[in-house]
């Protein structure tokens, strides 16, 4: 019998008898390696944004990486359980799904999930104690939107809430803690950033959810691609994904500019969703091209940050905000 909280009879399983003989590349593809993007562009974002206003910090840049990857990795597990054990993954497109198919103890995968939230709390702690004690706060609420995404009793994934999640906490809160963290303030410049990352990141999500729209729909998992329609699903996904784009002409420097070598990624994606009668399978590039997209664009944003700060401050400016 499928156990359909999420939280209770572990070894329910909708795939045939779960007998754990997973291998390391079934380990390896839960964990969706595809999606790690989503952990390392905000913090190599926020990070530009750190030398940009002369105050990176490399030791808690690496503290901020390890946390949200810990937490990509813990949030793919919890997902691969939570919709393994409900029902959700039994026709599914895209990667394995360990718990579904049978190939692993639903409550192993459930431990792999835990294991990789503490992973993210003893580095979320530490660069706490580095930065400030309220960072705990928003880590437990980070933690907390991983496990019920799909997790609990009411998953709020399964009510068009994933993609504004993925904005705020892989996003907004991944940038600005960065940020935050190495420099001790924000900036307007922080913000424009976080705004760009959370967007494509979130595009991602919606183009896992656009992928899976129909099986999500018969599984009742109300997904934001479900619940606003196909059509208009696919035309937010070319806005999420060019969202980036556009901060870039608002940042104002010419640097920055370098970011629109990460377009061509973005442009090969919105033409695969646009596409008509692009479907299941076809959508599954998606994922990797924007990830790219996303991922280049950090990285080339924040070379050009850094490049303008050790302009700026290596030239004895005084750093903006300071209270030092």
Not at 239 to 268: D, K, R, Y
Request: charged share 10%; with cysteine; aromatic share 10%.
């Amino acid at each position: 019998m499928t156990d359909t909280t999420g939280n209770g009879n572990d070894s329910a399983q909708t795939g045939g008898g779960a007998d754990g003989t997973a291998t390391f590349h079934d380990w390896w593809q839960a964990a969706r390696p595809h999606t790690w993007p989503n952990a390392f562009a905000p913090v190599i974002a926020g990070t530009g944004l750190a030398a940009y206003n002369g105050g990176m910090h490399l030791g808690k840049a690496l503290l901020a990486l390890g946390v949200a990857w810990a937490l990509i990795i813990g949030v793919n597990f919890a997902n691969d359980y939570s919709d393994g054990v409900r029902g959700t993954d039994d026709d599914r497109t895209g990667p394995t799904r360990i718990t579904a198919s049978g190939l692993a103890r639903p409550q192993d995968v459930k431990l792999a999930a835990f294991a990789s939230f503490f992973v993210a709390a003893v580095l979320g702690v530490i660069l706490a104690v580095m930065s400030a004690w309220w960072l705990v706060l928003i880590g437990a609420a980070c933690i907390a939107a991983a496990w019920f995404y799909t997790g609990g009793k009411k998953p709020y994934g399964y009510y068009g809430f994933g993609e504004l999640a993925v904005f705020v906490f892989f996003g907004l809160v991944a940038v600005l803690g960065t940020q935050f963290t190495q420099t001790g303030w924000l900036t307007v410049d922080g913000w424009l950033v976080a705004i760009a990352i959370g967007a494509i990141s979130a595009s991602v999500n919606l183009a896992n959810n656009i992928r899976d729209l129909d099986s999500d729909a018969l599984a009742g998992k109300n997904t934001l691609a479900v619940r606003i329609g196909e059509v208009r699903a696919r035309r937010l996904f070319t806005v999420l994904t060019l969202t980036p784009f556009a901060v870039t002409l608002l940042l104002g420097n010419s640097l920055t500019l370098v970011a629109f070598a990460a377009l061509p990624f973005a442009v090969s994606s919105i033409l695969t969703v646009q596409r008509q009668h692009a479907q299941g399978k076809d959508l599954i590039p998606v994922l990797g091209m924007n990830g790219r997209a996303m991922l280049l664009w950090s990285i080339l944003t924040a070379a050009a940050l850094t490049v303008t700060g050790l302009q700026l401050w290596g030239s004895g400016m005084v750093v903006p905000y300071t209270t030092h």
